[in-house]
């Protein structure tokens, strides 16, 4: 016997419906690439999704197209988060700091046949277009006045010019929800990009759950900065979360700089903000010396790479601001985990709060998780066991796009498909899951793990230091050793020594450091990680000394 409740797809075009029509008037404001604020609402959002769908089908594409964009967080990216998806067509965002001959591969993988791009990529879209080789339309983010001409890119068109002049009247079409509506690549660090395809139905899904109070936790009442990129997993969900809740949504544009940051979080009281730790470092770096308050600020997600604890108390003691240190992937939508206290840690003391805190967190509901031993067998949930981490739910990857790489997934003995994250993390008996490390960046010391995160966290907290990233070099007898590479504050000072007798005490003496390299950067990637395998590369003639 079936339920007899309405059978509704579950559709992105609802969510910019619902918006619209029951927060209209709540606020969007996007720092554009001129420099300058825009301001309209949720109401206009949808009036120009509308016209984005209709100036698509008036180029004649077929449902499953794809469109991408190399675009900030902004309005018309917003537009066509919307658009695009919305009327069947698939979003195809790309990453702008990759390289170039990358993206032209992802282009043409994708088969994109339409590109929207911002006006600060132009000369990245001059040197890339004649290699796109499906691309057919390529529209440039701005006014109509502030097209260039003679850019070489054949037909380019405003974009502003060809949304206005497009009919608001639409109806968005009814399709399975299990349709394609956007993609994203992995940033692919060894081999070619593989493309994440989400759904429909995985969309609205993880927005739902990530606008959860123990997940996200967005409300109509907050103003939410999401720094972290819509060129990147769909900026965390936060554009479909939004719509959902209502809240106002705050873009920075291209400006990411902690002055230009901090300033857009107090002008626009934004009360609730999500970004990777290097960027937050920014922030708190400009804030620092100046003596600088938050004045809205209550709360902030911060994840993409292990969140350092000498930042979430920064936040938590300094600036009154909860952090919520959160863990996903490109294959997961992003989310997989957010670290709230349960009821029973409230009454803790405050070190054991944050010992918890600084874990990835708990799994949110529609994302299963485990940890396996090197023959797959399950291993205990008691924070002391360290194994691969495996998930599955109905918003992570079954395959990559054009079934690249072959089957990603790995069955049980009860034939479950699961997914190996390639990270290696412990789970506690309260559910609490802590990653240790990257399986590919975990040092092995004589048989024993070494956690390079936990090395890299005491180096950070160390008032000197900016960046830390600790990788495994050769060693004789205990086949690595770890080393910890090292980038000063500016104007700070701190020796070899000083910072390995810094280590004593905090962690187990043979987990110490045989080494510390000072460096004046440590290469980052497109999506703001440590970059572990250039470090290496870098590093290859270093050899530990003494040997
Ligand atoms: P990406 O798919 O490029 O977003 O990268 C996903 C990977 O980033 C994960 O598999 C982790 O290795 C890492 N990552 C994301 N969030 C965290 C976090 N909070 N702590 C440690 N590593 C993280």
């Not at 029951?22 to 949808?46: F, K, N, Q």
């Not at 969309?203 to 997940?215: C, E, F, M, Q």
């Not at 440590?530 to 270093?542: C, P």
């Amino acid at each position: 016997m079936l339920g007899l409740m309405q059978n509704q797809p579950l559709l992105i075009s609802s969510l910019i419906d619902f918006a619209e029509r029951h927060h209209g008037d709540g606020e969007i404001v996007s720092r554009r690439v001129e420099g300058d604020l825009h301001r309209y609402t949720w109401r206009d959002v949808a009036r120009r999704a509308r016209q984005v769908a209709n100036g698509l089908d008036g180029w004649g594409l077929a449902f499953s197209d794809r469109v991408a964009t190399l675009a900030w967080n902004g309005y018309r990216h917003l537009e066509l988060y919307f658009g695009v998806s919305g009327s069947g067509r698939v979003l195809h965002t790309i990453n702008p700091r990759l390289h170039p001959e990358q993206i032209a591969w992802i282009a043409n993988h994708a088969e994109d046949q339409v590109l929207c791009f911002e006006s600060s990529f132009l000369p990245l879209v001059q040197a890339v277009h004649a290699k796109c080789s499906t691309v057919k339309r390529w529209v440039m983010l701005c006014a109509a006045d502030k097209l260039p001409a003679d850019t070489g890119i054949p037909g380019l068109l405003s974009y502003d010019a060809w949304v206005d002049a497009q009919s608001a009247d639409y109806t968005w079409p009814q399709f399975d929800e299990n349709s394609a509506s956007s993609m994203c690549y992995t940033s692919g660090t060894t081999g070619n990009p593989k493309g994440a395809l989400y759904s429909h139905r995985s969309t609205v899904l993880h927005a739902y759950a990530a606008a959860l109070p123990d997940v996200m936790g967005l409300s109509a009442r907050d103003s939410v900065l999401p720094v972290v990129p819509m060129f990147h997993v769909n900026a965390w969900g936060i554009p479909y979360s939004a719509a959902l809740t209502g809240c106002k949504l705050v873009f920075p544009g291209p400006a990411l700089d902690g002055k230009s940051v901090y300033e857009l979080l107090e002008a626009e009281k934004v009360t609730y903000a999500a970004g990777v730790p290097t960027v937050w470092q920014m922030l708190l770096q400009h804030m620092k010396p100046a003596g600088l308050k938050f004045s809205t600020l209550k709360r902030t997600v911060i994840g993409g790479s292990a969140c350092p604890p000498a930042m979430i108390d920064a936040f938590r003691e300094d600036y009154g601001v909860e952090v919520l240190h959160a863990w996903g992937m490109t294959e997961m939508s992003p989310l997989g985990t957010l670290c709230t206290l349960k009821n029973k840690h409230l009454a803790l003391p405050k070190e054991e709060q944050m010992k918890i805190l600084l874990k990835q967190g708990r799994a949110i509901y529609g994302v299963d998780m485990k940890i396996v031993g090197a023959d797959g067998t399950d291993l205990p949930f008691d924070g002391k066991a360290a194994g691969d981490l495996l998930v599955r739910g109905p918003w992570i990857v079954a395959e990559y796009f054009k079934g690249e790489g072959g089957d990603p997934l790995v069955r049980d003995a009860q034939g479950r498909a699961w997914f190996p994250t390639g990270d290696v993390a412990t789970i506690d008996a309260d559910g609490f899951m802590q990653i240790t490390d990257r399986s590919k960046d975990v040092i092995k010391s004589g048989g024993e793990w070494i956690s390079s995160i936990d090395i890299e966290n005491i180096a950070v907290a160390h008032p000197a230091v900016a960046m830390a990233a600790c990788i495994g070099v050769f060693h004789p007898k205990w086949d690595e050793r770890p080393i910890v590479v090292v980038v000063k504050k500016p104007g700070a000072e701190v020796g070899r020594d000083e910072l390995l007798k810094f280590y004593e005490g905090k962690t187990a003496k043979w987990q110490i450091p045989d080494d510390v390299v000072f460096v004046d950067a440590i290469p980052l990637g497109a999506t703001g990680k440590m970059l572990k395998t250039r470090l290496r590369e870098q590093l290859k003639d270093y050899r530990l000394p003494g040997l």
